[in-house]
């Protein structure tokens, strides 16, 4: 109890201490000096202490959830030893002449291709289409190159496929439509493909070996088909002709219906109005012009009365100037009616 005395008096004085005021900051021409030279820092300590710098937790990537649009595993793997069954449908579908259901290609490489085979068309005239596998990549017989080439060509044109395997130019293939498979032979199409080889072979870039290897493919083909000699026709003889060939032409004549009297009469005015058109206007102009001057005339001339002597009746005192009165009132089927009649009963009736 002796020991705790003494804190308790002390605790007690504190308390009731009054509470000392910390004196105010006063800013002086030195402080301002200091401050300009980057000094003020160094002399003064921060008034409140240094607080540690809280390690922010890094936040984590946020999950995707699963649903069954997008599944947790890729059901294709990355595995270009064999070609993936879930591809095989797609090598046979095609609306560009590019075939790369694996996405072999970037974005940019694919738009050049696509390009590249829209010109093609343009400058050949050939549908080129062009399958991309992997290097080194074992293709089954369904998705091989004259596999396809049955399922993609069109009827009656000329098409061509190179079957490519990006950076092993080596294992590329060439199918051609029958015609022109016909016309080349087995040693042409040989020779054909070694030449594309040879001429893609010249770069190491997978890019540049492709787009050289459908350029050769277009240009060379097109060189092949002009050295083909076209079929010589059979030689004519003047005086046999059975040696003249037969040819299959129909000519369908459309039967004319027969034409009414008026319409022929309209077609032969509306010839004789186109020859003779200058002078058909200059008489109907005649002929207006007449009409007018008539009218004109018939408004400006001169009109003159033909004298009358004055009526000595209707000076009479006894009644004798009703005659022209009763002339116009009771007289009436004798003259046709006039607006000076009609006016004159009017009178009368008012008067009356």
């Known amino acids: ?66 649903d069954a649009d997008s599944p947790a595993v890729d059901p294709i793997p ?21 075939i790369d259901p694996q996405k072999l290609l970037g974005e940019v490489e694919r738009n050049d291709v696509i390009e590249l085979i829209r010109l093609i068309k343009d400058r050949y005239n050939v549908n080129l289409f062009v399958s991309i596998f992997a290097a080194g990549q074992k293709v089954p017989p369904s998705v ?8 993609i060509f069109k009827d009656k044109e000329r098409n061509l496929l190179l079957h490519f395997h990006m950076g092993d130019i080596k294992s590329a293939q060439i199918a051609l439509d029958p015609d022109l498979s016909s016309h080349l032979g087995d040693t042409g199409r040989r020779d054909l493909l070694y030449q594309v080889k040879q001429d893609a072979s010249r770069f190491t870039h997978p890019q540049d070996e492709l787009v050289t290897a459908m350029i050769s493919l277009a240009r060379r083909t097109e060189a092949n088909m002009a050295a083909v000699p076209k079929p010589a026709l059979p ?30 009469l309209m077609k032969a005015w509306m010839s004789f109005a186109l020859a003779n058109v200058a002078g058909i206007i200059l008489h109907v102009s005649a002929l207006v012009s007449l009409v007018v001057l008539w009218l004109v005339w018939k408004n400006k001339r001169v ?16 009644g004798a100037s009703q005659s022209r009165p009763v002339n116009y009132c009771m007289q009436e089927g004798r ?16 008067v009356s």
Do not use: C
């Open 1 to 66: 109890m002796k020991k705790l005395l003494p804190a308790a008096l002390f605790l007690m004085a504190v308390l009731t201490a009054p509470a000392q005021e910390l004196p105010l900051l006063k800013w002086s021409s030195k402080d301002q000096q200091s401050l300009m030279k980057g000094t003020w820092w160094e002399t003064h300590a921060p008034v409140l202490p240094p607080v540690e710098a809280a390690v922010s937790p890094v936040p984590s990537a946020p999950e995707t959830p699963a």
């Open 78 to 98: 990355e595995d270009f030893t064999d070609v993936n069954e879930y591809f095989l449908p797609e090598y046979i579908r095609t609306t560009t002449g590019l």
């Open 144 to 151: 091989n190159a004259p596999t396809i080439a049955r399922q």
């Open 235 to 264: 030689a004519l003889e003047a005086d046999n002709p059975d040696s003249i060939p037969e040819a299959n032409i129909t000519i369908l004549e459309t039967e004319e219906a027969p034409e009414s009297h008026l319409h022929i």
């Open 303 to 318: 009109v003159r009365l033909l004298p009358s002597e004055p009526d000595k009746r209707l000076g009479a005192p006894h």
């Open 335 to 350: 003259h046709p009616d006039s607006i000076g009649r009609r006016q004159m009963r009017q009178h009368m009736r008012d």
